[in-house]
């Protein structure tokens, strides 16, 4: 197995597993892919939707692509600001925001997209000058998994459709000059109807304040959810098609300048794999267990969200497969497992498994649990090899803890 150029086993051999490998061609290959198939029809801006992946090295790349951010709490805000990114390329969307957040985010002059009335009016209180935009529940909901949807009715997110005019109402009571409306249906979704049925609601919503209110609104902001094929016979989304379609409503039924998408995982997923290292092999009457070092501690989709990530032996590639095992990790728990019932070539100890599709929400959602330090992370491009994260150790897990004096006799 070659990833960008590098073997995956001599990966392994010289850094470890488990192992975080992105190919750095393939990230910078999926912005431009997105950036175009939008840009070329009406202005756009890619804010990538950085708590799929916030690494340093990961967030340069985005950064000189030309890459704007869509950041969630101060923490994504500093990140991006550390990697080079200006304030006005990042669009703050917190949710359950507190006050003193907010004034750090508003102290760093990044724009904020409110996503409630109690966040406006405390907003109010510290400064009425930053950019805001509002975060509307369009009441469409779309996803993977019902944890991901945010969209739908009853959703903790964003100010409900039918407040929405009230909202922009206060804002400019307030002395604010709103500049946009945002909505995210939710994540991973592989049909493109709810995005159509979102715009349909963004572009009255948009209409619906520039008639009552008088307020032309700069953009509009859909939001990310853009699906993957994470299985080997997934539908690819149609990116091209879904940005023509998109750009031509706004174009013909509004007349708001801009477009904002916010992408994570269509940039960074397919860019990354995990390298994790066969350990031990279990035969029982019912089931083969293929053991590998990492479990959910590293990648916790498949235990979460039951999420399917397509797994193979990488230097048993071509060899015929016969029988059916699950991949399982050192965790503790019964849940731990990478992959089910998959068929796979005969295992030994000391092979090397690839875990695909494993850029968005793999590293970021990682732990410490069972006191397991996080692991590395490499970079790869064009034949070159060079870590971008360090493993951690014991002493990483320990340095924030204290033992009190009394206990320690
Ligand atoms: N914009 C907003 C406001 C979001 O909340 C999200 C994701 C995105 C953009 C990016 O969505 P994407 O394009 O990556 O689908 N941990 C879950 C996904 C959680 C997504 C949360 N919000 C997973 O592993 O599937």
Redesign the pocket.
């Known amino acids: 197995m070659i990833i960008g150029g590098v073997s995956a086993w001599g990966l392994a051999e010289s850094y470890g597993t488990p192992l975080y490998v992105t190919d750095e061609q393939a990230l910078r290959e999926n912005y431009r892919r997105i950036h175009s198939a939008f840009s070329r029809h009406m202005d756009t801006r890619i804010m990538y939707?950085c708590?799929?992946n916030s690494n340093l090295a990961i967030l340069r790349i985005l950064e000189q692509e030309g890459s704007g951010i869509?950041a969630?709490s101060i923490g994504e805000v500093q990140t991006c600001m550390k990697a080079g990114f200006s304030p006005d390329r990042i669009l703050y969307?917190g949710v359950n925001v507190s006050t003193e957040e907010l004034r750090q985010v508003v102290k760093a002059g990044v724009p904020v997209n409110v996503d409630s009335f109690s966040e406006l009016r405390r907003l109010a209180e510290i400064s009425t000058d930053v950019p805001i935009s509002f975060r509307v529940t369009p009441g469409v909901g779309s996803g993977?998994h019902p944890k991901?949807v945010?969209g739908a009715k009853g959703s903790k997110f964003g100010i409900p459709r039918e407040s929405i005019i009230d909202a922009y109402r206060e804002a400019l009571d307030l002395g604010f000059e709103p500049q946009g409306l945002h909505a995210?249906i939710g994540?991973?979704g592989q049909s493109v109807e709810p995005f159509m049925d979102l715009i349909g609601i963004m572009i009255d919503t948009v209409n619906e304040i520039k008639d009552q209110l008088g307020l032309s609104l700069r953009f509009l902001d859909m939001?990310?959810?853009?699906g993957v094929p994470y299985r080997p016979h997934d539908p690819v989304m149609e990116v091209d098609e879904l940005a023509m379609t998109i750009t031509d409503m706004i174009k013909e039924e509004t007349e708001v300048e801009t477009l904002y998408v916010?992408?994570?995982?269509?940039i960074i997923c397919d860019s990354t794999v995990l390298l994790t290292r066969c350990v031990d092999i279990k035969t029982t009457p019912e089931k083969n267990f293929i053991g590998v070092d990492a479990g959910f501690n590293t990648l916790i989709?498949p235990a979460f969200?039951d999420?399917y990530h397509h797994v193979a032996i990488a230097n048993k590639f071509n060899r015929a497969c016969e029988r059916k095992f699950d991949v399982v990790g050192p965790i503790c728990e019964s849940g731990d497992y990478l992959a089910r019932d998959r068929v796979l070539p005969e295992p030994e100890e000391g092979d090397l498994l690839a875990v695909y599709d494993a850029g968005?929400?793999g590293f970021v959602?990682s732990s410490n649990y069972n006191s397991r330090p996080r692991c590395r992370e490499a970079l790869v491009n064009q034949g070159q090899a060079e870590l971008i994260r360090e493993r951690e150790d014991m002493d990483d897990i320990w340095r924030h803890q204290t033992v009190p004096g009394r206990l320690q006799q």
């Open positions: 939707a708590k799929a869509d969630v969307t993977h991901v945010t995210h994540s991973g939001g990310g959810g853009i916010e992408p994570g995982r269509y989709r969200y999420s968005a929400y959602m």
